[in-house]
């Protein structure tokens, strides 16, 4: 969606175990999670990147998944 708004910046921010403070949230036009668990920064920085990754190529019409 922010692609075809025609957004040229993106910001993310990985938060610690218990989360941002409120008033972060509260600016944030999309708040993501990847579950309940809570994740190394550095596994969440590679997990981010293989979706991002993929949901690009889907967009772009190449294939990402195995037929």
Do not use: C, N
Request: proline letters at 4%; a positive charge; zero cysteines.
């Amino acid at each position: 969606q922010l692609r075809d708004a025609g957004r040229k910046a993106l910001a993310l921010a990985i938060g610690g175990a218990d989360g941002h403070d409120p008033s972060l949230r509260a600016q944030a036009e999309l708040v993501m999670s990847f579950g309940a668990l809570t994740w190394p920064h550095q596994l969440v920085r590679v997990m981010l990147a293989e979706q991002l990754y993929r949901v690009s190529t889907i967009l772009s019409g190449h294939p990402y998944h195995r037929t």
